[in-house]
Every structure is written in structure tokens, then in C-alpha cells.
């Protein structure tokens, strides 16, 4: 099932920052798989899970994100 994220999400990848702007859901056995445009290329790639991380967030206090493993 595909998901229409609105407003789209700002997000870290292994390629820097981007902007989710959907995902992919294969069912219970398998990760999330999430669409993003590319912040400096605007690049469109699918990453993992364990690939895509929100973004620091000031304002509601997130002030560090764990490295995501190459």
C-alpha cells in the first residue's frame, strides 16, 4: 500500500537531507519503505527504514538524531 504523507516530512538520509513524501507498505514481515525527494538535487530515492531519520526539531525539543550506518 502506498501513503501519501501531507504535509510532507523533512528527514535525514545516507544521501543528506530530503523531504519524505510517501511510503510504501509491503505488509507485517517487511520495513516501511519511504519515498524522498532530495533537498540538493531533488533527486527522488526509496530508503529503508533504518535509512531515514527525522530531522533535529528545536522548537519540540529534538536536538540530536542517532547516525544512521552505512
Known amino acids: 500500500m502506498i501513503t501519501r504523507i501531507e504535509p510532507p516530512?523533512?528527514?535525514t538520509?545516507?544521501?543528506?537531507?530530503?523531504?519524505?513524501i510517501a511510503w510504501l507498505d509491503y505488509g507485517m514481515e517487511n520495513d516501511l519503505v519511504w519515498m524522498c525527494?532530495?533537498?540538493?538535487t531533488?533527486?527522488?530515492w526509496q530508503y529503508e527504514?533504518?535509512?531515514?531519520r527525522a530531522r533535529t526539531h528545536l522548537t519540540i525539543g529534538r536536538t540530536k538524531?542517532?547516525?544512521?550506518?552505512?
Not at 13 to 20: E, L, Q, R, S, V
Not at 37 to 40: L, P, R, W
Not at 49 to 52: F, K, Q, S, T, Y
Open 9 to 11: 516530512i523533512p528527514v
Open 13 to 20: 538520509t545516507p544521501k543528506g537531507k530530503a523531504m519524505a
Open 37 to 40: 525527494v532530495q533537498d540538493d
Open 42 to 44: 531533488g533527486e527522488f
Open 49 to 52: 527504514n533504518a535509512d531515514v
Open 65 to 70: 538524531i542517532t547516525e544512521i550506518e552505512k
